[in-house]
Antibody, heavy 118, light 109 residues
Framework: QMQLVESGGGLVKPGGSLRLSCAASGFIFSDYSMNWIRQAPGKGLEWISHISTGGGTIYYADSVKGRFTISRDNARNSLYLQMNNLRAEDKAIYYC???????????WGQGTPVTVSS | SYVLTQPPSVSVAPGKTATITCGGNNIGSKSVQWYQQKSGQAPVLVISYDVERPSGIPERFSASNSGNTATLTISRVEAGDEADYSCQVWDTTTDHPGVFGGGTKLTVL
């Protein structure tokens, strides 16, 4: 059965870095684009990054461009998000989601929490 | 950037019909998705490509999209439908194409 499992979240100081991972199973990972989407406490969903099936097309939200890097390893069925220069406003639950056409997430992981605090 | 506008909250009695709107400039020309997110859970896709229900989504969920407004309709509302509902589009005119509405909290009275 289809599964997306995020990991790597935690507490980090402002200016610090984290690398999130998303392990996919139950479907042909290389056939699907992938997205990272976050949700700050008490707020709505915010799309932050997209990567195409082969990694050749990548997009970022303005809020993270230049600080976050999305990547994928199709051989390992894994999606990544390298987050640098973290700010307090990056505190959120980070979800990976399987994309399909104009759909940002037909399946979602359970999310991994990120807290940025000194 | 493309903006999607949703009402913060909608309330409905059990058995009645709930309507949640999503406004955007000429949104009728875009493909709209709707997600349901229950408290403490990950979002679930309930409508894709304006009107399509994924497998497992009850027929009580329907949607439309025209002009500047997309609409999610939930018929015969049940207590279990209480959740946040968010609309989403993919804006191909920009290099940051993923867009969500702010979300609507559906309360079942």
């Amino acid at each position: 059965q289809m599964q997306l499992v995020e990991s790597g979240g935690g507490l980090v100081k402002p200016g610090g870095s984290l690398r999130l991972s998303c392990a996919a199973s139950g479907f042909i990972f290389s056939d699907y684009s992938m997205n990272w989407i976050r949700q700050a406490p008490g707020k709505g969903l915010e799309w932050i990054s997209h990567i195409s099936t082969g990694g050749g097309t990548i997009y970022y939200a303005d809020s993270v461009k230049g600080r976050f890097t999305i990547s994928r390893d199709n051989a390992r069925n894994s999606l990544y998000l390298q987050m640098n220069n973290l700010r307090a406003e990056d505190k959120a639950i980070y979800y990976c989601a399987r994309g399909q056409g104009y759909i940002l997430g037909d399946y979602w992981g359970q999310g991994t929490p990120v807290t940025v605090s000194s | 950037s493309y903006v999607l506008t949703q009402p913060p909250s909608v309330s409905v009695a059990p058995g009645k019909t709930a309507t949640i709107t999503c406004g955007g400039n000429n949104i009728g020309s875009k493909s709209v998705q709707w997600y349901q997110q229950k408290s403490g859970q990950a979002p679930v896709l309930v409508i894709s490509y304006d009107v399509e229900r994924p497998s497992g989504i009850p027929e009580r969920f329907s949607a439309s999209n025209s002009g500047n407004t997309a609409t999610l309709t939930i018929s015969r509302v049940e207590a279990g439908d209480e959740a946040d509902y968010s609309c989403q589009v993919w804006d191909t005119t920009t290099d940051h194409p993923g867009v969500f509405g702010g979300g609507t909290k559906l309360t079942v009275l």
